[in-house]
């Protein structure tokens, strides 16, 4: 058991390994792409060649960080195959008709229109390697689209039925998928993020020349396209964070309890805005939850439930039952315990087993009685593999600390943007060195709050990897915890090598500057 | 024609490789990872374990079937 606990672990921690330094690479390809198109188009449409420069310049940087980025992510859908068997064949076409798409996609637009957006200056028409750096952009963030509906299956599966003949999840209604509200929330949250992070890196590295007194044109220009890129784009990511967490409160009530550190259920729940939570609390225990806290009274229960008296529930609640809530189909119910599901769980397994007994032994009177069984209580499929309630509890300090961090960025973000506009319009930004050494500052900070943000959502649905169908230590193969152990260390080797090689790549060629763009 | 329209495609990719400054490094980087991540660690250190192990679907089928309906082997506590 122990080994098997290893192996759960190690490829828990390789697969967040390789997640987190794939998502160092992609959101500054995602943002700072539509940032070199609005370049372009302000170069095609006045045909000013400082734009063109300028535009080169970032283009020099975003193919960096390209080059070094590009198939980080394959290492992802290795590990689905090795590490993670039992989920890659449960979760069936689910998985494998948007990553497919991704492929295709990726593969025809961005290879091809890179191509032409590195090799295209003054070989092809203006309008044409116009059209080919837009097409780049579209089609990068369209290829975040598809791995990201898959990711919001994962925390809302819909769309599919469970076929019990093959033990597969199979799509019966690609819409239902694709347009799902968790996905397209998380879809317009993640992307914007990205052009939130790539606007800042704009603004530090110029911010950085100004401070040099070097490139003051370029630096001056970047600094107004990519703030104000930033400003809508982090208003933008503030809405779409709000229709994240309503989505979350509707699906993913025990993430909402984490996030907040509530343990006690309350109509009227106020937001805490900052607070320390008490070290060692377990969810049955009198320990008060926080240290302190401020808190914004009723906000969560408006922001989770768009009314300000709603009744939220705490991860004693969820554990416990007990609670009247609103379904999906609009009827009130009463929650469950957490108890009662494992027992519903459990039935659902054995019925599967019982299921593929009786079709090996022909009997269809008996499969279609234990296909109803299994039918009835699949909702609860993955609390079968639990036996202790408190299983369900993510960890709290680490999604509420990742959650406070991500959306105090956020809003500093915002205010950083309007700042920097008022001054660069008020032409007082090339002499605030402290704005500009703050701006410069901004970019690690960016990074951090990017990464948190993926905590918070990958954190705080634990133990599902499939919400409520299949948990963690059911998904994982049973394979050796050493060669998990040795491609862990393999893996923090080669992605330390490749972002060091980027970090020093970046930093040259920002050193160059645009005189020297390269190619 | 199809044969100018070819050479005018290649002519593009051959000038633009060659004129390439940062990335004739970035290239480099690029297929020393790809040969990492498939000549070594795909062969070596990630197979695909249902497809390695089982020859049908069915069979593979029936082995997450197993898996999945024997949790006494897979559970926390």
């Known amino acids: 058991m122990t080994e098997y606990l290893d192996v759960v672990d190690w490829s828990r921690a390789q697969f967040a390994l390789t997640a987190m330094y794939h998502w160092l690479f992609v959101p500054l390809t995602l943002g700072l792409a539509f940032i070199m198109a609005f370049m372009e188009t302000i170069y095609v449409r006045t045909g000013n060649e400082e734009w063109k420069r300028i535009t080169k310049f970032w283009q020099t940087l975003f193919g960096v960080n390209f080059a070094i980025g590009v198939a980080t992510g394959l290492i992802l859908e290795f590990e689905f195959g090795t590490n993670w068997s039992n989920y890659s064949w449960f979760v069936g076409d689910i998985f494998g008709a948007p990553l497919a798409i991704e492929g295709i996609m990726a593969f025809f637009m961005e290879s091809t229109f890179i191509a032409v957006m590195f090799f295209g200056w003054n070989k092809v028409s203006k309008k044409f390697h116009l059209a080919s750096t837009w097409l780049v952009a579209l089609g990068a963030n369209l290829s975040a689209l598809w791995i990201l509906v898959a990711n919001a299956w994962m925390q809302y599966p819909a769309g599919m039925h469970f076929n019990p003949d093959t033990a597969r ?29 790539a606007a800042i890196f704009v603004i530090g590295v110029s911010a950085w020349y100004l401070l040099k007194k ?36 509707q699906k993913q009530p025990m993430k909402l309890a984490a996030m907040e550190g509530l343990y006690e259920g309350q109509e009227g729940t106020g937001l805490v805005v900052i607070g320390a939570l008490t070290p060692n609390k377990k969810f049955d225990d009198e320990k008060d939850p926080f240290i302190f806290k401020i808190e914004i009274p009723k906000l969560l229960s408006f922001l989770g439930y768009r009314n300000f008296d709603a009744f939220v529930p705490g991860v004693n609640d969820l554990i416990n039952g007990g609670y009247t809530y609103t379904d999906a189909q609009g009827n009130e119910q009463i929650a469950l315990s957490a108890e009662q599901k494992i027992a519903r769980g459990k039935i659902a397994i054995k019925a599967l087993g019982d299921y593929n007994e009786a079709s090996d032994a022909g009997d269809t009177e008996q499969m279609k009685y234990y296909r109803s069984i299994l039918e009835e209580n699949f909702l609860y499929f993955g609390y079968g593999y639990l036996n202790d309630p408190s299983s369900i509890i993510p960890n709290i300090p680490l999604t509420f600390y990742s959650f406070r961090v991500m959306v105090g960025l956020g809003f ?8 920097i506009i008022f001054l660069a319009f008020k032409q007082k930004l090339q002499n605030a060195k402290w704005v500009l050494w703050t701006s410069v500052f901004m970019i690690p900070l960016v990074y951090l709050a990017s990464q948190a943000g993926w905590i918070v959502a990958e954190v705080g649905r634990q133990p599902w990897v499939i919400q409520d169908i299949l948990p963690t230590m059911a998904a994982v193969s049973r394979i050796d915890a050493s060669a998990v152990q040795i491609t862990f260390v393999l893996f923090a080797v080669i992605f330390t090598a490749l972002l060091i090689a980027e970090i020093k790549i970046m930093i040259k060629q920002i050193k160059i500057g645009p005189k020297d763009g390269g190619k | 024609m199809k044969r100018s329209l070819l050479h005018k495609v290649f002519q593009f990719y051959y000038q633009g490789f060659r004129s390439m400054t940062v990335g004739k490094t970035l290239w480099t980087i690029i297929i020393i990872k790809l040969i990492i991540m498939f000549g070594i660690l795909k062969i070596f250190f990630f197979p695909n374990i249902l497809k390695r192990n089982f020859n049908t679907d069915e069979e593979r089928s029936k082995h997450v079937i197993e898996q999945l309906t024997n949790p006494n082997t897979i559970t926390y506590d």
């Open chain 1, 412 to 419: 500093l973000f915002i205010a950083f943007f309007a700042f």
């Open chain 1, 169 to 197: 999840n199979e799509m019966h209604n690609f819409w239902d998928v694709l347009f799902s509200p968790v996905a397209i929330n998380k879809f317009l949250h993640t992307i914007s993020s990205g052009y939130v992070l």
């Open chain 1, 214 to 249: 070097r490139e003051i044109q370029l630096a001056k220009r970047s600094i107004v396209i990519a703030a104000v890129f930033g400003l809508i784009s982090a208003l933008f990511l503030a809405f779409t964070g709000d229709g994240s967490a309503y989505q979350v409160a």
